[in-house]
T-cell receptor, first 114, second 114 residues
């Protein structure tokens, strides 16, 4: 069964701190690993994504670290801000697996306090 | 910036009734998807649609569900006879030519079945 395990379920961080969310997947055929940010009442919005040919990708305060051998990837939010308070979902996908669908993790609710 | 739009934002219906959820994908996209999210849970794939036919569907997408692209801009999800357990947020997503993995989500339709 395809599974994506995401942790922690919730995270509380002080403003300026580092938020780290982890995901693990099972099927090595996946080749696309996005992170989505979701605010209450809104749809998921693509935050950052990585492919397995690189081990790290950085966009502003957001960094994805990817460990292909461990089948794990993580999202790091540097200098966390109250505006980052949202639910974060990792996902896996990839056309090399003959599928367009994204399989989502269970989500992490991040709260950043001033 | 182009975005996926969905109507209505909230639909309330009686059990057993038919509902149609509407989506306008990003105009040059070729791949279309429906996902759902039961309150507080993860986002789940329902169906993907390409070249006027279903390319993949999940076990959730049974005979009560259907999708259609009636014209060049709209993409619809029909539930023929709604059940209480169909209550959820339904998200439409689309992705573009050559970037089939990067899916952009709409704001969602909250379906409440009474």
């Amino acid at each position: 069964q395809q599974q994506v395990k995401q942790s922690p379920q919730s995270l509380i961080v002080q403003k300026g701190g580092i938020s780290i969310i982890n995901c693990a997947y099972e099927n090595t055929a996946f080749d696309y690993f996005p992170w989505y940010q979701q605010f209450p009442g809104k749809g998921p919005a693509l935050l950052i994504a990585i492919r397995p040919d690189v081990s790290e990708k950085k966009e502003g305060r957001f960094t994805i670290s990817f460990n292909k051998s461990a089948k794990q990837f993580s999202l790091h939010i540097m200098d966390s801000q109250p505006g980052d308070s949202a639910t974060y979902f990792c996902a896996v996908g990839g056309r090399s697996y003959n599928t367009d669908k994204l399989i989502f993790g269970t989500g992490t609710r991040l709260q950043v306090f001033p | 910036e182009p975005e996926v739009t969905q109507t209505p934002s909230h639909q309330v219906t009686q059990m057993g009734q038919e509902v149609i959820l509407r989506c306008v994908p990003i105009s040059n996209h070729l791949y279309f998807y429906w996902y759902r999210q039961i309150l507080g849970q993860k986002v789940e794939f329902l169906v993907s649609f390409y070249n006027n036919e279903i390319s993949e569907k999940s076990e959730i997408f049974d005979d009560q569900f259907s999708v259609e692209r009636p014209d060049g801009s709209n993409f619809t999800l029909k539930i023929r006879s709604t059940k209480l357990e169909d209550s959820a947020m339904y998200f439409c997503a689309s992705s573009g030519p050559g970037m089939a993995d990067t899916q952009y989500f709409g704001p969602g339709t909250r379906l409440t079945v009474l």
